[in-house]
């Protein structure tokens, strides 16, 4: 018997009810809950998190970048959380994996983020735009040759597994492993009964990668990373080519259902990419803005005692940054989403975050996401989805949320290319300086 939970618990350190980020009703409708938030609360929410943990869920554009912006006062290191530090965060917590200190670029501030950063800022600036391209529409085409009888599921055919494919190759993994890590890389974040193995088998997969690329280097991240001046450790590399390869895939696979489903369901949009008046990168940044791949980053923890958005955040205390939240501050947006609003023509969202430890790899994920599109509307017309738009379902936490299908039937496949395709008005550079998420 499912019984709801009673009101939230009286909070001395926020002096009021909290508001439970957790929940059926808070992982339904997470926009509704950040909305009601703001209403009651201002841009800084008093918040609970599992276990009636408290925290303060950011929600103003201001705020979050001035929290974003301020590493020395609101740190990346989660061993500044005051209630890890009394021994109220079990060790089995679902949060753990984003609270738990390890040395990787984006649990580290000062000059060891700056050495970590540096050496993943450097390996990804060396690949270039049309490199990338190119290569997602060759891995895009093995997909869509694996479509049958003119239908597929572009979320579990195409969007999930498109990203993995082409940042394996980025991060050096030999391709006869990039079919089961398609598997394994979401398995392994699901809580299914197969994700310790699935854990497993991407962790040797890179073991094995990092040990190779020791005595035989090639054009690959792996090898910038056990190169570079920073002199990164064995396990450095490991860890930093694991978290690149997870947080990547994860984000880019949502942003690519989530414009998909944009292009086959919103009338506004489907006649302007068709009609020229917006280009596919343009839609891409409209839903950066509307539904960026994470909703709620955890966390940052308050150096010392200070005000934020007219509340007293204590030294040790957990924030959240509510990415989603802040694209809708109506002191940034305006007050409809009408196209005659050009906010797609511009990337001031905080969809990736900002300050030191904004994404680092956002131009790399734009580059999959948007040549993966395009040789998909390229290759396959008549895109209709096979069911109506109202069956159409997410799945998430607090963190994000994701559709969990998106099925479609379409006229049989056009012929192959590979280079990047022009069937959509692209305005993509050949080269970027790209930013990978989770930094």
Same mark, same amino acid.
């Given at each position: 018997? &499912?019984?709801?939970?009673?009101?939230?618990?009286?909070?001395?350190?926020?002096?009021?009810?909290?508001?439970?980020?957790?929940?059926? +009703?808070?992982?339904?409708?997470?926009?509704?809950?950040?909305?009601?938030?703001?209403?009651?609360?201002?841009?800084?929410?008093?918040?609970?998190?599992?276990?009636?943990?408290?925290?303060?869920?950011?929600?103003g554009?201001?705020?979050? #970048?001035?929290?974003?912006?301020?590493?020395?006062?609101?740190?990346?290191?989660?061993? &500044?959380?005051? +209630?890890?530090?009394?021994?109220?965060?079990?060790?089995?917590?679902?949060?753990?994996?984003?609270?738990?200190?390890?040395?990787?670029?984006?649990?580290?501030?000062?000059?060891?983020?700056?050495?970590?950063?540096?050496?993943?800022?450097?390996?990804?600036?060396?690949?270039?735009?049309?490199?990338?391209?190119r290569?997602?529409?060759?891995?895009?085409?093995?997909?869509?040759?694996?479509? %049958?009888?003119?239908?597929?599921?572009?979320?579990?055919?195409? #969007?999930r597994?498109?990203?993995?494919?082409?940042?394996?190759?980025?991060?050096?993994?030999?391709?006869?492993?990039g079919?089961?890590?398609?598997?394994?890389?979401?398995?392994?974040?699901?809580?299914?009964?197969?994700?310790?193995a699935?854990?497993?088998?991407?962790?040797?997969?890179?073991q094995?990668?990092v040990?190779?690329?020791?005595?035989?280097?090639?054009?690959?991240?792996?090898?910038?990373?056990?190169?570079?001046?920073?002199?990164?450790?064995?396990? %450095?590399?490991?860890?930093?080519?694991?978290?690149?390869?997870?947080a990547?895939?994860?984000?880019?696979?949502?942003?690519?259902?989530?414009?998909?489903?944009?292009?086959?369901?919103?009338?506004?949009?489907?006649?302007?990419?068709?009609?020229?008046?917006?280009?596919?990168?343009?839609?891409?940044?409209?839903?950066?803005?509307?539904?960026?791949?994470?909703?709620?980053?955890?966390?940052?923890? +308050?150096?010392?005692?200070?005000?934020?958005?007219?509340h007293?955040?204590?030294?040790?205390?957990?924030?959240?940054?509510?990415?989603?939240?802040?694209?809708?501050?109506?002191?940034?947006?305006?007050?409809?989403?009408?196209?005659?609003?050009?906010?797609?023509?511009?990337?001031?969202?905080?969809?990736?975050?900002?300050?030191?430890?904004?994404?680092?790899?956002?131009?790399?994920?734009?580059?999959?996401?948007?040549?993966?599109?395009?040789?998909?509307?390229?290759?396959?017309?008549?895109?209709?989805l096979?069911?109506?738009?109202?069956?159409?379902?997410?799945?998430?936490?607090?963190?994000?949320?994701?559709?969990?299908?998106?099925?479609?039937?379409?006229?049989?496949?056009?012929?192959?290319?590979?280079?990047?395709?022009?069937?959509?008005?692209?305005?993509?550079?050949?080269?970027?300086?790209?930013?990978?998420?989770?930094?």
């Open positions: 018997m &499912n019984i709801p939970p009673g009101p939230p618990p009286q909070c001395p350190a926020h002096g009021g009810n909290p508001i439970r980020l957790y929940g059926a +009703a808070a992982e339904a409708d997470p926009m509704a809950l950040y909305e009601d938030a703001r209403e009651t609360h201002g841009p800084v929410a008093p918040v609970l998190v599992l276990d009636d943990l408290p925290a303060w869920l950011v929600l554009y201001r705020e979050n #970048a001035q929290v974003a912006r301020n590493a020395n006062l609101f740190s990346r290191d989660p061993r &500044n959380w005051r +209630a890890l530090q009394e021994g109220k965060v079990r060790e089995d917590h679902p949060l753990s994996p984003m609270t738990t200190w390890w040395p990787v670029v984006n649990f580290n501030d000062g000059e060891v983020h700056k050495r970590l950063s540096d050496a993943v800022k450097d390996g990804l600036r060396r690949f270039e735009r049309l490199g990338i391209r290569y997602v529409a060759r891995c895009a085409n093995q997909l869509i040759d694996q479509f %049958e009888h003119n239908q597929a599921d572009l979320v579990a055919d195409y #969007a597994q498109l990203p993995i494919l082409v940042m394996g190759h980025l991060v050096g993994v030999d391709e006869q492993h079919p089961r890590l398609a598997h394994a890389v979401p398995d392994m974040l699901q809580g299914t009964e197969t994700s310790l699935s854990d497993r088998y991407v962790t040797t997969v890179l094995d990668l040990k190779e690329r020791k005595s035989k280097p090639g054009h690959d991240l792996t090898t910038w990373l056990l190169e570079h001046p920073s002199q990164l450790s064995d396990e %450095e590399v490991l860890a930093h080519i694991r978290v690149t390869l997870v990547a895939c994860e984000t880019t696979a949502t942003l690519i259902a989530n414009t998909l489903r944009m292009v086959l369901t919103d009338l506004r949009f489907r006649g302007h990419l068709s009609g020229g008046q917006m280009t596919l990168p343009e839609a891409v940044e409209q839903m950066l803005w509307d539904q960026p791949p994470l909703n709620t980053v955890i966390g940052r923890w +308050a150096t010392e005692t200070t005000q934020l958005g007219g007293t955040i204590k030294k040790g205390d957990m924030l959240l940054l509510g990415l989603a939240a802040a694209n809708r501050d109506p002191a940034v947006r305006p007050s409809d989403d009408d196209l005659s609003t050009p906010i797609h023509q511009n990337r001031a969202h905080l969809a990736f975050s900002s300050g030191a430890h904004e994404c680092p790899g956002q131009n790399i994920g734009r580059a999959i996401a948007q040549a993966g599109i395009e040789t998909l509307l390229a290759r396959v017309t008549g895109l209709e096979s069911v109506p738009e109202e069956e159409l379902t997410r799945s998430g936490t607090l963190m994000s949320q994701h559709l969990v299908g998106l099925p479609v039937t379409f006229l049989p496949p056009q012929a192959k290319d590979t280079d990047a395709p022009t069937a959509v008005r692209s305005a993509a550079p050949t080269t970027a300086n790209p930013r990978m998420p989770g930094s």
